[in-house]
């Protein structure tokens, strides 16, 4: 049986998305990832599996290195889905600010 993991349970683990961090700006080998963490490597290659097959990530092949990088398609869809929420968010501490201003402006 083949599971597939839920990209939410995935970037739930800080390790994990401190890895998409350092993802952000440039591809790195997987020692290169782990060289950033006080765990074993094997714990990093396993958190490096996890990202890949919730296709967080993308791995490249260079010679006989394997390069990861994020995938901006699936992180798109993750800020797709949590757009809605921020703007809820956004427009209920707009609202606030309004009332505290008229609160203050009448005191």
Known sequence: MNLRRDVFQAIADPTRRAILLLLASQ??????I?????????????HLAIL????????????REVHYHL????MKEIAEFIEPFRKMWDDRFNALESIMKNY????
């Open 71 to 74: 995938n901006p398609d699936k």
């Open 104 to 107: 203050q402006s009448k005191k």
């Open 34 to 46: 782990a060289s950033n963490f006080d765990t074993a490597r094997p714990t990093v290659s396993r």
């Open 52 to 63: 890949t097959e919730c296709e967080l990530l993308k791995q490249e092949q260079a010679g």
């Open 27 to 32: 591809s790195l080998t997987a020692g290169a």
